[in-house]
């Protein structure tokens, strides 16, 4: 089944405990991205890739990395998490940059941050 | 001014009612044009692409109105399983801008 997985799927942590959240596609896209979702607020971009070793900062890079040594992950790295960073993340690919494509979403990864 | 705004809603209406969301832009170069619909707490998947000429699919409609910066989405025969969020996405660049998203609930 073609989809995109993301892990884990609920998080509760610390500030400044730093943590990774997995993303995995099987559908051989090169574009991969990671979005977080606020109230309010439509879904933002983190960061994106375009292919292998190819990232780059979306609008709201700071405070997070990420890393693409596979073409079927991009992994989210918070290095120090702070409480600001509570939201509702999701992992998208798609096959070419998304904007004339359908971006496939992950089914979300909760993360409180206290 | 957000790039992208949508009445937030919620709209609530009874089965079989017509529906119609508003999306607007503020950037009159976007490209290209969605509409997510995303259930409660889950992810966002493609409804339908917006073209210039306007397009259906079964009982959706979107139209593009270049002029006005908006873009419309229009459900006929509301479904007890149309309701969801539906999020309106405007491509500039490669770069994909969402609203808020649009409550719709349908009730019996």
């Known amino acids: 089944e073609a989809q995109v997985t993301q892990n884990p799927r609920y998080l509760i942590t610390v500030t400044g405990k730093k943590l990774t959240v997995t993303c995995s596609q099987n559908?051989?896209?090169?574009?991969m991205s990671w979005y977080r979702q606020d109230p309010g607020l439509g879904l933002r971009q983190i960061y994106y890739?375009?292919?292998?070793?190819?990232?780059d900062k979306g609008d709201v890079p700071e405070g997070y990395k990420v890393s693409r040594k596979e073409k079927r992950n991009f992994p989210l790295i918070l290095e120090s998490p702070s409480p600001n960073q509570t939201s509702l993340y999701f992992c998208?690919?798609?096959?070419?940059?998304?904007?004339?494509?359908?971006?496939?979403f992950g089914p979300g990864t909760r993360l409180t941050v206290t | 001014r957000k790039e992208v705004e949508q009445d937030p809603g919620p709209f609530n209406v009874p089965e079989g009612a017509t529906v119609a969301f508003n999306c607007t832009y503020s950037n009159s170069a976007s490209q290209s044009f969605f509409w997510y619909r995303q259930d409660c707490r889950k992810e966002p998947k493609l409804l339908m692409s917006v073209y210039s000429s306007g397009n259906e699919d079964g009982r959706f409609t979107a139209q593009l109105n270049r002029a006005s910066q908006y873009i419309s989405l229009l459900i006929r025969d509301s479904k007890l399983s149309d309701s969801a969020t539906y999020l309106c996405?405007?491509?500039?660049?490669?770069?994909?801008?969402f609203g808020a998203g649009t409550r719709l609930t349908v009730k019996p």
């Open positions: 998208a690919s798609s096959p070419v940059p998304p904007g004339y494509r359908e971006q496939y």
């Open positions: 890739s375009m292919n292998v070793e190819v990232t």
């Open positions: 996405v405007v491509n500039i660049n490669n770069d994909m801008r």
């Open positions: 559908m051989n896209h090169e574009y």
